[in-house]
C-alpha cells in the first residue's frame, strides 16, 4: 500500500456512545466482574407474575433505583449504553475468548 492509499482510508473516530466510559469499562478482562456486580443487585427472593405486581413491590422497586444508581457510579450515562456495553462485550467475548 502506498503512502497516498493509505492517506485515502477513512480516519478511525470513536463511537460517541462509548467515548466517555473510563478505561475499567472498556477492558473486556473486567466485563464478566462488572456483570457480577449489577446482576446482584437485581437478585431478590421475590417472585411476580406481572409486570405491574413487580412495580408495586417495594423491596424490588428498590433494587431496581440500587442498580441505576450503581450503573451511575460505574459510569453509564444511562440504560442504552449499558446495554450496547453488553453487546460489544458479547461479542468481543465471542470472537477472542479470553480462556
Same mark, same amino acid.
Given at each position: 500500500? %502506498? *503512502? @497516498? ?12 456512545? =462509548? &467515548?466517555? $466510559? ?6 473486556? +478482562?473486567?466485563? *464478566? ?12 427472593? #421475590?417472585?411476580? &407474575?406481572?409486570?405491574? &405486581? !413487580?412495580? @408495586? #413491590?417495594?423491596? #424490588? %422497586?428498590?433494587?431496581?433505583? *440500587? ?8 459510569? =453509564? +450515562?444511562?440504560? &442504552?449504553? !449499558? $446495554? +450496547?456495553?453488553? *453487546? ?12
Amino acid at each position: 500500500m %502506498t *503512502e @497516498e492509499q493509505a492517506e485515502a482510508l477513512p480516519k478511525y473516530t470513536p463511537n460517541p456512545l =462509548f &467515548s466517555g $466510559l473510563s478505561d475499567y469499562l472498556k477492558d473486556p +478482562k473486567n466485563f *464478566e466482574d462488572i456483570q457480577r456486580k449489577i446482576q446482584e443487585t437485581i437478585f431478590t427472593s #421475590c417472585v411476580h &407474575s406481572t409486570m405491574s &405486581s !413487580y412495580a @408495586e #413491590c417495594a423491596k #424490588c %422497586t428498590e433494587k431496581m433505583l *440500587e442498580r441505576r444508581k450503581l450503573l451511575v457510579r460505574l459510569g =453509564f +450515562k444511562n440504560a &442504552s449504553q !449499558y $446495554l +450496547k456495553w453488553v *453487546e460489544v462485550h458479547k461479542e468481543i467475548t465471542r470472537r477472542m475468548p479470553l480462556r
